[in-house]
């Protein structure tokens, strides 16, 4: 369980260090960054599903 809550840790802080200093339109503009960030969010989503 704990090996989970570290994943979504370490998840979050990617998407905290991708998205800092963009607004809304320029990280809407930056693909990479945009898809980065889909990806570490969906990756928290596995990790709070897959202790059941």
Do not use: P, W
Not at 24 to 51: C, M, P, W
């Amino acid at each position: 369980m704990f090996f989970y809550i570290d994943d979504m840790i370490e998840f979050s802080e990617n998407v905290i260090s991708y998205c800092t200093g963009l607004d809304q339109a320029a990280f809407e503009k930056k693909g990479l960054t945009y898809d980065a960030t889909v990806r570490n969010l969906e990756l928290i989503g596995e990790a709070t599903s897959a202790h059941t």
